[in-house]
């Protein structure tokens, strides 16, 4: 099951399997760890009457099929997915259109932002900051609070060996601890989550994520950073206030210093906004993003 039915459409090697509703404005949604294009299952409703809504697995999540891994995770940063991305854009006819990612998808989202300032136009981000600020703010107590990016990032095969021996125990862990309320992933979105969480290839996909995500991520970063480089379009920051983002500071003063034009609002959610609070979350995209 799926928000619609399934597409696939071969970009740079991979197969990238998505969903296409709605007219108008094309916005690309992204979702982020450990889910699939179903997070945005309870938003797609509120927002294709404005919208062309482009809703892809990321590569090597769910049902696409993503790059091979490298030992420099080169493959999996979020420049190249975010290269594969835009590419798979322009190849559905979309040379310039909007973004909103939520945790990873929000990582390769503002990463687009950076590499490719004339193609995206506005962005959104959801409950996340820059991968280099989180580095560069890391503590002892923070690290504690976001285990999976220590054992995600593993060599391989660590952590997959250790995830795919307990795939639905870890899953259900994440799920159940990341969400303000638990019960507003769906059975449908649970069923669909576990079916992809189950496949080895997703598991190792998710760890180069990570991986990139813990080493040339930073190094983009910090690149950006140090040349005063900020994201030109607007970008919208959302965020809940008990979560990821917030651990860190303002989110939105974070932001600042990345982008030139930011604008953002915290919301009563967990970590899972699409789907505990999709009316909050469609008004302020559809506002932002019309």
């Given at each position: 099951?799926s ?13 990238i ?5 709605g ?11 450990p ?10 409703p509120?927002l294709?009457k404005?919208?062309?809504?482009i ?16 030992e ?5 940063s ?6 594969i ?15 909103a ?9 503002y ?16 409950d ?5 600020e989180?580095a560069?703010?890391?503590t ?25 021996q ?7 862990n ?5 969400s303000?309320?638990k019960?507003?992933?769906?059975e ?64 939105v ?5 990345w982008a030139?034009d ?22 302020a ?5 019309s």
């Amino acid at each position: 099951m799926s928000v619609m039915p399934v597409l696939y459409e071969r970009v740079a090697g991979c197969n990238i399997a998505y969903s296409r509703t709605g007219t108008g404005y094309p916005l690309l949604l992204l979702h982020g760890f450990p889910q699939t294009h179903m997070a945005w299952h309870q938003v797609v409703p509120l927002l294709d009457k404005h919208f062309t809504l482009i809703i892809p697995d990321l590569p090597g999540y769910g049902d696409s099929t993503g790059p091979a891994p490298d030992e420099q995770h080169e493959a999996y940063s979020k420049r190249n997915i975010g290269n594969i991305l835009v590419q798979f854009m322009q190849q559905l006819g979309f040379p310039k259109f909007g973004v909103a990612g939520h945790d990873r998808g929000g990582r390769v989202g503002y990463r687009m932002a950076f590499d490719h300032p004339q193609t995206v136009t506005r962005l959104a981000v959801l409950d996340i900051i820059p991968t280099g600020e989180m580095a560069d703010r890391m503590t002892f107590d923070l690290a504690l609070a976001l285990p999976h990016w220590w054992l995600l990032a593993q060599p391989y095969p660590f952590p997959e060996t250790l995830i795919i021996q307990q795939a639905e125990y870890y899953l259900k862990n994440t799920l159940d601890s990341w969400s303000g309320n638990k019960k507003s992933i769906t059975e449908e979105a649970w069923q669909e989550y576990l079916r992809c969480f189950k496949n080895p290839s997703v598991i190792r996909a998710m760890c180069e994520d990570y991986r990139a995500g813990a080493t040339v991520d930073v190094q983009y970063d910090r690149h950006n950073k140090d040349r005063g480089q900020r994201i030109t379009c607007p970008v919208l920051v959302l965020y809940p206030t008990d979560f990821f983002a917030a651990r860190f500071g303002n989110p939105v003063s974070v932001w600042e210093k990345w982008a030139v034009d930011v604008q953002g609002m915290a919301v009563e959610s967990g970590h899972f906004l699409m789907e505990e609070i999709p009316g909050e979350v469609s008004k302020a995209l559809d506002d932002f993003f019309s």
